[in-house]
């Protein structure tokens, strides 16, 4: 598919109205993504503009999102989903085991690759550039770009600056060494952020209790180079209750009303109610979109 501009801001024409997903066993992570990502009007737009060339391309998961997206009740529809998941899945391990609970996280990641689309592949993936920089010889090394689906946020950050955070982080490199003056161990890297997406997707520590952070709905981004601003608002919520050995996801993501306005709704399985998009210790994955550029 040729590119197009993804950087579409925020549509509430583009929502799904409130549904279920039908949970046979361990799918409540899958239901929560599925969720989530129906929360993103731009990933529906393209989505549905493009049904055909996914129809011509055979598709299957991609033709499963779309019928959701476009009929709001295949509460079935998850397990066309999970059958793409498992086929493509033990093409490289023929020993996946999909009974059990997966991680959100990961599932995510494979999906959005799944859906074989660069323009899919842009909505969601960051970049950041990256240097290495060596205290005792001021030695500054640069080293290949870091590319991710997700922002992944150590908890000893404080949430109420996220959006700086994410523009830049600095790490140790324990047991590095320099390549100039062989010294270990006082080193240093850089990722300044070059690509963000309209889609940011950020992971937080799913077992930290996050009960303190107290992250904010709205991002800023500003380009310099461009002098505008990329505003980005909070969408959805997946949280994760529980622990290492079992645990249960639900997801907390906008959608429209019968009168088209839009609300808050938890999504939990085949239930869904009113609810809100306020942080918990619970919160694990946050969805935010492209709302507006300034």
């Known amino acids: 598919m040729s590119n197009i501009n993804i950087f579409k801001p ?30 993103c009007t731009i990933f529906n737009e393209y989505m549905v503009v493009n049904r055909d060339n996914f129809v011509k391309k055979g598709n299957k ?43 959100c996280s990961e599932c995510i ?5 799944s859906l074989d689309d660069n323009n899919i592949l842009k909505m969601f993936y960051h970049k950041y550039q ?29 949430i109420q600056v996220l959006s700086k955070n994410l523009r830049l982080s600095i790490s140790q490199l324990p047991g590095y060494k320099c390549e100039g003056c062989k010294n270990e161990g006082n080193v240093v890297k850089f990722n300044r952020l070059f690509y963000i997406p309209p889609i940011v997707v950020i992971n937080l520590n799913k077992y930290f ?19 505008q601003k ?23 993501s906008i959608k429209k009303n019968n009168d088209n306005s839009y609300s808050t709704y938890l999504c939990n399985d085949s239930h869904f109610h009113n609810s809100n998009l306020e942080p918990s210790m619970n919160s694990y994955l946050l969805f935010y979109h492209l709302y507006k550029i300034e």
Not at 22 to 35: H, K, T
Request: net charge negative.
């Open 230 to 252: 990329y505003i980005y608002s909070l969408v959805s919520i997946i949280e994760h209750g529980g622990n290492a050995d079992s645990g249960h996801y639900v997801s907390k």
């Open 61 to 103: 998961m991609a033709i499963s999102f779309i019928n959701i997206i476009l009929n709001n009740n295949n509460e079935n529809e998850n397990i066309n989903i999970l059958k793409e998941i498992i086929r493509l899945k033990r093409k490289e391990n023929d020993k996946f085991n999909f009974l059990g609970q997966q991680d």
């Open 10 to 39: 925020f549509n509430p024409n583009m929502l799904t109205k409130p549904f279920g997903l039908n949970n046979n066993g361990s799918l409540c992570y899958l239901n929560s993504i599925i969720q989530s990502l129906t929360s």
């Open 130 to 158: 990256c240097d290495i920089l060596c205290k005792n010889c001021n030695k500054m090394s640069n080293v290949q770009d870091d590319i991710s689906y997700q922002f992944e946020i150590p908890m000893n950050s404080n």
């Open 209 to 227: 209790n996050k009960q303190l952070f107290h992250f904010k709905k709205i991002l800023v981004f500003n380009h310099e180079e461009l002098q």
């Open 109 to 113: 990641s494979f999906i959005i690759e």
